[in-house]
């Protein structure tokens, strides 16, 4: 699985390095996750830059992360390609997550309510 | 068209022209995800949107892992045929496998509103990207398995 995680500004920024999040490769893609993400807190961000194909299987890893996660952490999505973001929208999980075009925006936004 | 190795494993075999595109494959996530990327590949030649060529791969995905988790028991076979026309690309999916519940093609359209987030659920949302991008949806069960056949216009 192919993850990089950093700590960028006080945020846990998680690279999927994956071309496909699909049935393929979803269990081993949450259990990844979930060992970075287990009792953070804070602010974690989806690059998804490299993601080209994201079906429900992957979708539903996404939710059942965020669903994971304690209850004082929000998790926001960035740099969704063209068809990952169909699916975000087709399955209203745009009005779930909050969604950047790209990294920077997202770490900037977190900036500003910082200050 | 389709045939074992001498070691056991599935293999699929593709069959590809201008006429269109015919696949055999197990219903395994790997063996998917190939399929997957094969159609995509031959898509692209004759299709110029990148939409309707992504739209026709959500869909198959859609169609290929729900016949993968709940139409077999264990792996079966799936056969895919796609032909690209003028007027949008027409798929056909075939399989062995249970037969798709009542309904599952033509419920409501749209993700229902779902709020607050930890009463979101984990799956079921393969059923609505299919209906969502698919048109002309119809599905028939036979003696013989079940056929899915979808169309993707280039217009809308």
Do not use: W
């Not at chain 2, 074992?4 to 699929?12: E, F, I, N």
């Amino acid at each position: 699985m192919n993850l990089h995680a950093e700590i960028l500004h006080d945020v846990c920024v998680i690279r999927v390095g994956e071309d496909r999040l699909d049935a393929a490769v979803v269990v081993r893609f949450k259990e990844a996750v979930r060992t970075i993400t287990l009792g953070r807190q804070g602010r974690i961000i989806f690059d998804l830059g490299a993601v080209t194909f994201l079906d429900s299987s992957g979708l539903g890893a996404l939710v059942a992360i965020m669903k994971s996660l304690l209850p004082d952490v929000r998790m926001d999505l960035a740099a969704p390609q063209p068809n990952v973001a169909k699916v975000l929208a087709l399955t209203r999980m745009d009005t779930v997550f909050v969604i950047f075009a790209d990294l920077s925006a997202a770490l900037a936004h977190g900036q500003r309510d910082a200050g | 068209m389709r045939g074992d190795l001498m070691d056991g494993s599935a293999y699929a075999l593709s069959v590809e022209n201008t006429d269109g595109y015919l696949r055999d494959f197990p219903s395994t996530p790997d063996a998917i995800r190939t399929t997957l990327q094969s159609v995509t590949r031959y898509l692209k030649r004759y299709v110029d949107s990148a939409d309707i060529v992504g739209s026709v791969e959500i869909i198959l995905a859609e169609l290929f892992n729900n016949i993968g988790q709940h139409g077999y028991n264990s792996v079966g076979d799936i056969s895919v045929q796609l032909s690209c026309h003028e007027e949008g690309v027409i798929c056909t999916v075939f399989d062995h496998g249970e037969t798709v519940p009542a309904g599952f093609f033509c419920s409501e359209l749209a993700f229902p509103s779902v709020v607050p987030a930890e009463a979101l659920p984990v799956d079921g949302f393969g059923g609505y990207l299919i209906r969502a991008l698919a048109r002309r949806i119809r599905y028939r069960h036979t003696v013989e398995g079940n056929v899915v056949t979808f169309e993707i216009p280039t217009t809308q």
